[in-house]
C-alpha cells in the first residue's frame, strides 16, 4: 500500500520555526518527486517547495525563498520542510505528494513520474 503521511504541524508563533515531516511507505520516495503544498482558508492550494527525486533539485515558491527548506532523510524514507521565520500567512494545511508544481521565480516546475499519491495534511497556524 503506497502512502504518504504529513506530520508536525501546530501553533507557532510569528517569527518561529516549525518542521513537518512527509513520510513514506510502500514505494522508496527517491525515485519519485515529492512536493510541499498548501492550502489556506478560502485559497486555492499552492505549490511551495519540491524535492525533484531523481536529480535531487530543490524547488521554493517565491514567498517561502529563504525562509523555507526541504530535505530528506532516506534511511527514514521522510521529507522534511524546516519552516523559519514564520508569517501569518504561511497559516495553511500542508500537503505533500509525489509531484511538484510550483512558480519557483519565472520558471513553472511540474514533476510527475506517473504516481499520483497525497498525505493527508497537516495544519500549521502561525499566530501574530
Known amino acids: 500500500d503506497v502512502q504518504l503521511q504529513a506530520s508536525g504541524g501546530g501553533l507557532v508563533q510569528a517569527g518561529r520555526s516549525l518542521r513537518i515531516s512527509c513520510a513514506a511507505s510502500?514505494?522508496?520516495?527517491?525515485?519519485?518527486?515529492i512536493g510541499w503544498f498548501r492550502q489556506a482558508p478560502g485559497k486555492e492550494r499552492e505549490g511551495v517547495s519540491c524535492l525533484g527525486g531523481r536529480d535531487n533539485s530543490t524547488y521554493y515558491a517565491d514567498s517561502v525563498k529563504g525562509r523555507f527548506t526541504i530535505s530528506s532523510d532516506n534511511a527514514k524514507n521522510t521529507v522534511y520542510l524546516q519552516m523559519n521565520s514564520l508569517k501569518p500567512e504561511d497559516t495553511a494545511v500542508y500537503y505533500c505528494?509525489?509531484?511538484?508544481?510550483?512558480?519557483?521565480?519565472?520558471?513553472?516546475?511540474?514533476?510527475?513520474?506517473?504516481?499520483?499519491?497525497w498525505g493527508k495534511g497537516t495544519l500549521v497556524t502561525v499566530s501574530s
Open positions: 505528494a509525489t509531484q511538484c508544481a510550483l512558480y519557483d521565480g519565472p520558471s513553472y516546475v511540474s514533476i510527475y513520474y506517473g504516481v499520483d499519491v
Open positions: 510502500g514505494f522508496t520516495f527517491d525515485d519519485y518527486a
